[in-house]
């Protein structure tokens, strides 16, 4: 054999050991798994737990494997109020939780889940958050403390649920609502006496007389506590806009997976997010149905009492945006997005 050939064959050798150390080391960065511990706010039997545990199925088989999503429920890693700034962290990868919790750390949170007097409903909010730029908003705030906010799901806001029948202002006026937060200063707003109790708590309160109405949930969840075993009159409509849950991750540990995959991501939640508001939509219609046949009776509020409403929360928009700038800016957006919905 000559030089020349034996320098072809050492050549072509040397390139496909090369082109296998290649092809192996691309297989090696294909088949990193990107491992998250999520900590819940909701139990197993909740909505909240449910889209989040089949987003995780479709993530393992759309990733081949590559995104793994292991649940942990309410306190499992950290106290739930926690969970924002120890996802921040790193201490653990993932959160679903209420922004009420962190609003402390950033105040735009909190105003953003579960605006007092917000007429919006579930699909007009989520198409806020989505196509409006309000989850954009968001993200460069909380990525400011290395949270990813990866996704909003919604549900709907607060309702109130009666002893004693309201057909008017002044029968509000003469309850005692439980009620917590922004919800309770709106309602002080418009002469109405509140007390907060444990949400727990609330069967009990309202079945010895110590509450005579609450707002602090949605007719799915007063009926998930069995509070037409205790009250005869659920009212309409809501007294806050929407409730959000937020899907968060650490930024770091997001930023760090393939765009693909971050693509794949983002789509799982998104889908979730939509199974989400049809899971309480269902849930919303079903408590109605079950509630009325219980002898529940559905009471409307008259518009002038929806209007003053709406002028209480308008003024506590207004406290709120003098008090934080970036929820000042927030509910510019959500007032323009009213505007153009025609609200």
Same mark, same amino acid.
């Given at each position: 054999?000559?030089?020349?050939?034996?320098?072809?064959?050492?050549?072509? %050798?040397?390139?496909?050991?090369?082109?296998?150390?290649?092809?192996?080391?691309?297989?090696?960065?294909?088949?990193?798994?990107?491992?998250?511990?999520?900590?819940?706010?909701?139990?197993?039997?909740?909505?909240?737990?449910?889209?989040?545990?089949?987003?995780?199925?479709?993530?393992?088989?759309?990733? =081949?494997?590559?995104?793994?999503?292991?649940?942990?429920?309410?306190?499992?890693?950290?106290?739930?109020?926690?969970?924002?700034?120890?996802? !921040?962290?790193?201490?653990?990868?993932?959160?679903?939780?209420?922004?009420?919790?962190? !609003?402390?750390?950033? +105040?735009?949170?909190?105003?953003?889940?579960?605006? +007092?007097?917000?007429?919006?409903?579930?699909?007009?909010?989520?198409?806020?958050?989505?196509?409006?730029?309000?989850?954009?908003?968001?993200?460069?705030?909380?990525?400011?403390?290395?949270?990813?906010?990866? !996704?909003?799901?919604?549900?709907?806001?607060?309702?109130?649920?009666?002893?004693?029948?309201? =057909?008017?202002?002044?029968?509000?006026?003469?309850?005692?609502?439980?009620?917590?937060?922004?919800?309770?200063?709106?309602?002080?707003?418009?002469?109405?006496?509140?007390?907060?109790?444990?949400?727990?708590?609330?069967?009990?309160?309202?079945?010895?007389?110590?509450?005579?109405?609450?707002?602090? !949930?949605?007719?799915? =969840?007063?009926?998930?506590?069995?509070?037409?075993?205790?009250?005869?009159?659920?009212?309409?409509?809501?007294?806050?806009?929407?409730?959000?849950?937020?899907? %968060?991750?650490?930024?770091?540990?997001?930023?760090?997976?393939?765009?693909?995959?971050?693509?794949?991501?983002?789509?799982?939640?998104?889908?979730?997010?939509?199974?989400?508001?049809?899971?309480?939509?269902?849930?919303?219609?079903?408590?109605?149905?079950?509630?009325?046949?219980?002898?529940?009776?559905?009471?409307?509020?008259?518009?002038?009492?929806?209007?003053?409403?709406?002028?209480?929360?308008?003024?506590?928009?207004?406290?709120?945006?003098?008090?934080?700038?970036?929820?000042?800016?927030?509910?510019?957006?959500?007032?323009?997005?009213?505007?153009?919905?025609?609200?």
């Amino acid at each position: 054999m000559t030089t020349k050939s034996k320098n072809n064959g050492t050549n072509l %050798l040397t390139a496909v050991l090369c082109l296998i150390f290649v092809m192996g080391l691309a297989a090696t960065v294909q088949a990193k798994t990107y491992r998250f511990t999520c900590q819940n706010v909701n139990a197993m039997e909740h909505p909240g737990w449910k889209v989040i545990a089949q987003m995780a199925d479709d993530l393992k088989i759309m990733s =081949e494997g590559q995104i793994l999503i292991d649940q942990v429920g309410p306190g499992g890693l950290v106290k739930s109020p926690q969970t924002f700034e120890t996802t !921040g962290s790193g201490a653990i990868d993932m959160a679903i939780t209420y922004g009420a919790y962190h !609003g402390g750390i950033v +105040p735009v949170a909190a105003t953003s889940f579960a605006l +007092p007097g917000d007429p919006r409903d579930m699909w007009e909010t989520l198409n806020f958050y989505y196509d409006e730029g309000g989850l954009d908003f968001l993200r460069e705030q909380y990525a400011k403390h290395g949270v990813y906010y990866a !996704g909003a799901m919604v549900w709907p806001g607060y309702a109130m649920f009666s002893r004693k029948k309201v =057909e008017s202002l002044d029968d509000i006026q003469n309850l005692k609502v439980r009620a917590a937060g922004t919800m309770a200063t709106m309602l002080h707003r418009m002469g109405v006496s509140t007390t907060f109790i444990p949400f727990a708590e609330i069967y009990v309160a309202m079945s010895r007389g110590a509450i005579d109405a609450t707002v602090s !949930g949605s007719h799915a =969840e007063n009926y998930l506590q069995n509070l037409q075993e205790v009250g005869k009159y659920m009212v309409v409509p809501d007294f806050s806009g929407v409730q959000t849950l937020e899907v %968060l991750v650490n930024k770091a540990k997001f930023d760090s997976m393939p765009k693909h995959l971050q693509v794949m991501f983002e789509t799982a939640i998104r889908k979730s997010s939509l199974d989400f508001t049809r899971a309480f939509m269902q849930m919303e219609k079903r408590a109605e149905t079950d509630m009325l046949n219980a002898g529940v009776e559905k009471v409307v509020l008259p518009q002038s009492t929806v209007d003053e409403i709406k002028k209480a929360a308008d003024e506590i928009w207004d406290e709120v945006s003098e008090k934080d700038e970036f929820s000042a800016r927030y509910i510019q957006m959500i007032r323009k997005n009213l505007k153009d919905l025609g609200y």
